[in-house]
T-cell receptor, first 115, second 115 residues
């Protein structure tokens, strides 16, 4: 299917375990982003990527690792999950936009619970 | 420190009436503003945007107003429809990030349109 997909949609894990959230887009957008949504905080940027093999930190990167070996995929890894990482995670993609105006298209989200 | 603020967590409006959602920002470097709409269990979807060189942008039933001196923007929905019931996020970006539309989101306002 065309668009942006995330897997899994729901995940329960335990403290200390490694978890990888997958994101795949079929538009060949150069930019991809990871956000987390928490009550009282809205969406906060974790990491973003301008192209394959180019990634940069967002507002809340601690405890997360990203990679982008292919344009269409942007996995997010929690190396050692903590309860504070319980959240809803959204992946997004966009084309480059003049002066930061590129519209972002979001995936359906992954709801992660860390016990 | 929340750079983009949506001080009303919820809003209830009758069908056919005007819905006004408000957003304030503190970072004077923001020069592009967006509204996203989010239904439960789905990712946010882009609704409308405005550049700082404008004070109004209209798209059908949706109009965004920007008051730069007050660092305030608002989204007007006229007339409101039951399908507009969702969470609305205000977001902002700055041209300093080049072509990457790194967005800073507000905490969201839940709009309920009643019959």
């Amino acid at each position: 299917d065309a668009g942006i997909t995330q897997s899994p949609r729901y995940k329960i894990t335990e403290t200390g375990r490694q978890v990888t959230l997958m994101c795949h887009q079929t538009w060949s957008h150069s930019y991809m982003f990871w956000y987390r949504q928490d009550l009282g905080h809205g969406l906060r940027l974790i990491y973003y990527s301008a192209a394959a093999d180019i990634t940069d930190k967002g507002e809340v990167p601690d405890g997360y690792v990203v990679s982008r070996s292919k344009t269409e995929n942007f996995p997010l890894t929690l190396e050692s999950a903590t309860r504070s990482q319980t959240s809803v995670y959204f992946c997004a993609s966009s084309l480059p936009g003049v002066a930061g105006t590129g519209t972002q298209y979001f995936g359906p989200g992954t709801r992660l619970l860390v016990l | 420190d929340q750079q983009v603020k949506q001080n009303s967590p919820s809003l209830s409006v009758q069908e056919g009436r005007i819905s006004i959602l408000n957003c304030d920002y503190t970072n004077s470097m923001f020069d592009y503003f967006l509204w996203y709409k989010k239904y439960p269990a789905e990712g946010p979807t882009f609704l409308i945007s405005i550049s700082s060189i404008k004070d109004k942008n209209e798209d059908g039933r949706f109009t965004v107003f920007l008051n730069k001196s007050a660092k305030h923007l608002s989204l007007h929905i006229v007339p409101s429809q039951p399908g507009d019931s969702a969470v609305y996020f205000c977001a902002a970006s700055t041209a300093n990030t080049g072509t990457a539309s790194k967005l800073t989101f507000g905490t969201g306002t839940r709009l309920q349109v009643t019959l």
